[in-house]
């Protein structure tokens, strides 16, 4: 569907895909950074439609959310429903008609990390040993050519 002649399909397979692999890492899934490559060739290509790149761009800014730190969930941890959760999710799936409709998705983000805290509120020193660190290695930047760009 990422080849798709229609653009707004293009642009939703693009989305959908960063939506399923917003939590993988290239060790755990291979195919992430193939979608990395295919986000990139469609936002660096001249030639490509606007919808399409958008939803490049969206797709890699899903992936990169949270600096990795963060997943979709529609759950609280309690596992009952978490309503804004629900409704950023809604509301985001209609972007299509007001692009600032998709800031709505950032209300279903959920941290991942370790956080920290004493009862008040305060950052502790600790440490926390992970013993397979390939596998949560952070993706590297995505480099852009600024020559391309001209100057107004």
Known sequence: MTNDPVNYVRQ??????????????????P???QFR??????????HDDVMAKFGAILAQGILDAGGHNVTISLQSRTGHTHMPSVVGVLVFTQFWFWFP???FLSLAFTPTC??????DL???CFQVF???????????????????????
């Not at 490559?37 to 290509?45: C, F, R, T, W």
């Not at 397979?132 to 107004?152: G, K, R």
């Open 12 to 29: 939703g397979a693009l989305i959908a895909s960063a939506l399923i692999m917003i939590q993988q890492t290239e060790i755990l899934c």
């Open 31 to 33: 195919k992430v950074s």
């Open 37 to 46: 490559q295919l986000y990139s060739k469609v936002i660096n290509d001249k």
């Open 101 to 103: 409709l998709s800031h």
């Open 114 to 119: 370790v956080i920290g805290l004493n009862k």
């Open 122 to 124: 305060k950052v502790q």
């Open 130 to 152: 992970i013993d397979d660190t390939p596998l949560l290695q952070t993706p590297a930047q995505t480099e852009s050519n600024l020559s391309d760009f001209e100057v107004a």
